[in-house]
T-cell receptor
Framework: KNEVEQSPQNLTAQEGEFITINCSYS?????LHWLQQHPGGGIVSLFM???GKKKHGRLIATINIQEKHSSLHITASHPRDSAVYIC???????????FGTGTSLTVIP | DSGVTQTPKHLITATGQRVTLRCSPR?????VYWYQQSLDQGLQFLIQ???????AKGNILERFSAQQFPDLHSELNLSSLELGDSALYFC?????????????FGPGTRLTVL
């Protein structure tokens, strides 16, 4: 059983499209992180959420604590957004991190 | 560049051997995290240190150990290596140790066990 489920696993979009990646989790959490991993392997933390919504440039992340669900939106997608997006949650008890399996996004020019 | 450094970048070794991976956090960061990323299991949290003390523990095998030194750099020791230990090992750092801290990831060490 996975504590964190992401969908879709793979996503191909045309440049300019609006993209949504979903993350559902089953444990009580103190925070949820969205990470971006580029083909070269490097990982960048995009957002940390404990409630509500955050926006950074063309990226928006939301979380609904009651429904145990988070979404990452990319507006006006661009080929440079092509990467794997990973949802991670920090479990309230024990401070462990659990990771989703990632969503591989390809944006075609 | 996140400011987190990891050495070595690549490591090739044989089963049964022992290796040490090193991580230097961003200047001023007190917390260090270690993660393992393998093809079959994805990203897994191993352990977190804050200012020299263990803060949280994940799926770290007994053959693995870590520590954070007074200068805040951290080392991950992997012993009795098995083929399945082949993976990317990431270190990340954050300012303090709270759940809401942004983590800055190093470039990773790719370990290949033959």
């Amino acid at each position: 059983k996975n504590e964190v489920e992401q969908s879709p696993q793979n996503l191909t979009a045309q440049e300019g499209e609006f993209i949504t990646i979903n993350c559902s989790y089953s444990v009580g959490i103190s925070a949820l992180h969205w990470l971006q991993q580029h083909p070269g392997g490097g990982i960048v933390s995009l957002f940390m959420l404990s409630s509500g919504k955050k926006k950074h440039g063309r990226l928006i992340a939301t979380i609904n604590i009651q429904e145990k669900h988070s979404s990452l939106h990319i507006t006006a997608s661009h080929p440079r957004d092509s990467a794997v997006y990973i949802c991670a949650v920090r479990w309230t008890f024990g401070n462990q991190f659990y990771f989703g399996t990632g969503t591989s996004l390809t944006v075609i020019p | 560049d996140s400011g987190v450094t990891q050495t070595p970048k690549h490591l090739i070794t044989a089963t049964g051997q022992r290796v040490t991976l090193r991580c230097s956090p961003r200047s001023g960061d007190l917390s260090v995290y270690w993660y393992q990323q393998s093809l079959d299991q994805g990203l897994q949290f191993l352990i977190q240190y804050y200012n020299g003390e263990e803060r949280a523990k994940g799926n770290i095998l007994e053959r693995f150990s870590a520590q954070q030194f007074p200068d805040l750099h951290s080392e991950l020791n992997l012993s009795s290596l098995e083929l399945g230990d082949s993976a990317l090992y990431f270190c990340a750092s954050s300012t303090v140790a709270g759940p809401t801290d942004t983590q800055y990831f190093g470039p990773g060490t790719r370990l290949t066990v033959l």
